[in-house]
């Protein structure tokens, strides 16, 4: 049986059953059986390294002994696992390791909102608790944003092909080009500023500004340090909520928990998600400073906001952050994707226009977008599991587990640079109906 044969076997339930709208097993057409931290293994027990993470959920790896350990623990006890928001023991566990391994040492305060189990969930909740807390609605977003894809989420993210799928008009919006959109020498903070400064400009003033610190899907573009304080001081002089949307980039994708420590910004609202809930498991929280936590009960809720695994799971993962070491490694370990990413580069400039991202999310841009995609391609046929991101899909994207061990990092990423090698040969052997032409010519 040839591999398009076993793989049209593998996937007929899928492509019988399941809607159209499904993505990326038609990117990585096998399935799946098992996992353990930057490894995932198929039906016919082919080994696959994860460069995807569950697209950054799965921070601390798949399946990690210790927080396995206390959810079957909790389950053989008869532990609540459904709860709406009602008061749990989980839950409390949950908020005072919270506090004392990650708010308190960061010298952060802020009032946990638990808005329902998803990304888009926390960032809705963000926008409706800034348009209450300030009566204002419209909201300031950015250039390739992406926050979800709900509407009003969906209202503040850039890509034209995500907003087409809401059906209809997106409002309550205005976009505001990003840091480097107009390239390194314009200071695009500049340009929200005197354009919030000036009654003319027919910018409604906001209720909030809504960024990532990185952009993930937006092609990993990374704000400076110093435009971000920009824009925070522009919010803090016109009376405007920050949000930083650390949904993808928080719980030590850039480094640190949270993406924007190096800036010292101090967001009014963060929004997490993903990897907040340790375990691949749905949970998001709300971050709000407590002047701005104004809901009344039950004026914005969800039936799964209290997700006791979630919890359970969230509270193991934090032991990651009880010292310094774990971060540390992160910072060790980013040095080796960063270095061999511009190795990459050098060696490929053909095909490698730049690198981009920071700490445990970076990538490479190609000239000719199409190559992004035949990169990944050639990766999972390798046994390397990695996605492209970027307006275009010109980025090839690079985001192990935080806990992937160096050497199989180092593995990953010969199976990238061998992918990279395959690509620049092909190109450089013409096709056979090409050479059929040039022949006849």
Not at 62 to 88: F, P, Q, W
Not at 336 to 360: C, D, H, M, Q
Request: proline residues 4%; aromatic residues 10%.
């Amino acid at each position: 049986m040839s591999t398009k044969q076993a793989e049209a076997t593998d996937m007929q339930v899928f492509n019988k059953l399941e809607s159209e709208v499904r993505s990326y097993c038609r990117s990585f057409r096998t399935v799946f059986k098992k996992a353990s931290n930057a490894f995932m293994w198929d039906v016919h027990d082919r080994r696959y390294i994860d460069f995807f993470a569950g697209a950054g959920a799965l921070n601390y790896g798949h399946n990690d002994d210790s927080i396995r350990k206390k959810l079957v623990e909790y389950l053989m006890s008869d532990g609540v696992a459904h709860s709406l928001d009602m008061a749990t023991e989980a839950k409390e566990s949950f908020l005072v390791k919270f506090q004392n391994v990650i708010l308190k040492p960061r010298g952060l305060d802020y009032k946990v909102m638990f808005p329902g189990p998803t990304g888009t969930n926390t960032v809705e909740s963000a926008l409706k608790i800034a348009r209450k807390a300030t009566g204002r609605t419209n909201v300031i977003c950015f250039t390739n944003a992406f926050h979800g894809m709900t509407q009003g989420s969906l209202a503040a993210t850039g890509n034209r092909f995500k907003r087409g799928g809401a059906g209809q008009p997106l409002g309550g919006t205005t976009f505001m080009p990003y840091d480097g959109y107009f390239g390194e020498e314009q200071d695009t903070s500049l340009m929200l500023g005197k354009l919030l400064d000036d009654p003319g400009s027919g910018i409604d003033l906001p209720a909030a500004v809504i960024l990532e610190t990185v952009q993930g899907e937006g092609g990993l573009n990374l704000a400076s340090p110093s435009w971000l304080r920009s824009v925070e001081r522009i919010c803090r002089k016109h009376g405007i909520l920050l949000i930083v949307d650390d949904v993808q980039m928080g719980c030590g994708r850039t480094g640190s928990f949270f993406s924007f420590e190096d800036a010292g910004l101090s967001p009014d609202i963060v929004c997490l998600s993903k990897s907040i809930g340790g375990y691949g498991l749905p949970l998001a929280l709300t971050l709000i400073k407590p002047e701005y936590d104004i809901w009344r009960p039950g004026e914005h809720n969800g039936t799964f906001r209290g997700n006791n695994l979630g919890f359970v799971a969230a509270t193991e993962a934090l032991r990651f952050w009880e010292n310094g070491q774990f971060q540390a490694s992160i910072e060790r370990k980013s040095v080796v994707i960063g270095n061999a990413l511009k190795r990459f580069a050098a060696n490929y400039p053909e095909l490698v226009k730049e690198t981009r991202g920071k700490g445990f999310i970076q990538g490479l841009v190609f000239h000719k977008p199409e190559h992004a995609a035949s990169l990944c391609a050639e990766a999972f046929s390798n046994g390397l599991i990695m996605e492209t991101s970027g307006p275009f899909d010109e980025v090839a994207k690079l985001m192990p587990p935080l806990t992937i061990e160096e050497s199989v990092l180092r593995q990953g990423l010969a199976i990238v640079e061998q992918g990279l090698d395959r690509l620049q040969a092909s190109l450089a052997t013409p096709s056979e109906p090409a050479l059929k032409q040039e022949m006849n010519a």
